[in-house]
T-cell receptor, first 115, second 114 residues
Framework: GNSVTQMEGPVTLSEEAFLTINCTYTATGYPSLFWYVQYPGEGLQLLLK?????DKGSNKGFEATYRKETTSFHLEKGSVQVSDSAVYFC??????????????FGKGTHLIIQP | NAGVTQTPKFRVLKTGQSMTLLCAQDMNHEYMYWYRQDPGMGLRLIHYSVGEGTTAKGEVPDGYNVSRLKKQNFLLGLESAAPSQTSVYFC?????????????FGPGTRLTVL
């Protein structure tokens, strides 16, 4: 079945540091890939997505590129802020049923940005 | 628009009690989902629905039942709660737009079973 592996946290960085959170996946077919963010006490929000190989998703200074050859979708940001502190989830769609059968999530990476 | 709302926000049950969690969305979405979130486990799909009157099992359906009598509502029931069902429950919805569509999440329900 489908699976997502992402780096375990917590990841602690200083403000303005460069961020990379690794994500690799196993899936049949050609899934769509997502990064969701969860701020303390809240639900998940979509951060960015990519639907086919070599697509780059971007939002709020975050970027991730769909790499089919390495089955990866690493999240990057050039200069993090304290407000980026949150839990980040990598996810993919199922490839059956038009994606209606829900998302498969990684375990989440807790990011802590220190001033 | 309120988006996706969940009721209640918090609940404490004793083992063997029953309860229903309500999810409502005002975006006219066809698809709705229930996930549970446990520490170190990410989110796991419990049940989902592809339209009014339909439901299907996800990854971890045992001990839960669901109903989708109205398009905007998706109910998750626990008939006999167990401590293993202590978790944070999230509802989500998405439109009928194929594999690329975004899922919109509710704020969650924190359930403790003693």
């Amino acid at each position: 079945g489908n699976s997502v592996t992402q780096m375990e946290g917590p990841v602690t960085l200083s403000e303005e540091a460069f961020l990379t959170i690794n994500c690799t996946y196993t899936a049949t077919g050609y899934p769509s890939l997502f990064w969701y963010v969860q701020y303390p006490g809240e639900g998940l929000q979509l951060l960015l997505k990519a639907t086919k190989a070599d697509d780059k998703g971007s939002n709020k200074g975050f970027e991730a590129t769909y790499r089919k050859e390495t089955t990866s979708f690493h999240l990057e940001k050039g200069s993090v802020q304290v407000s980026d502190s949150a839990v980040y989830f990598c996810a993919l769609t199922g490839v059956s049923g038009g994606g209606a059968d829900g998302l498969t999530f990684g375990k989440g990476t807790h990011l802590i940005i220190q001033p | 628009n309120a988006g996706v709302t969940q009721t209640p926000k918090f609940r404490v049950l004793k083992t063997g009690q029953s309860m229903t969690l309500l999810c409502a969305q005002d975006m006219n979405h066809e698809y709705m989902y229930w996930y549970r979130q446990d520490p170190g486990m990410g989110l796991r799909l419990i049940h989902y629905s592809v339209g009014e009157g339909t439901t299907a099992k996800g990854e971890v359906p045992d001990g839960y039942n669901v109903s989708r009598l109205k398009k905007q509502n998706f109910l998750l029931g626990l008939e006999s709660a167990a401590p293993s069902q202590t978790s944070v429950y999230f509802c989500a919805s998405s439109s009928l737009a194929g594999v690329v569509d975004t899922q919109y999440f509710g704020p969650g329900t924190r359930l403790t079973v003693l």
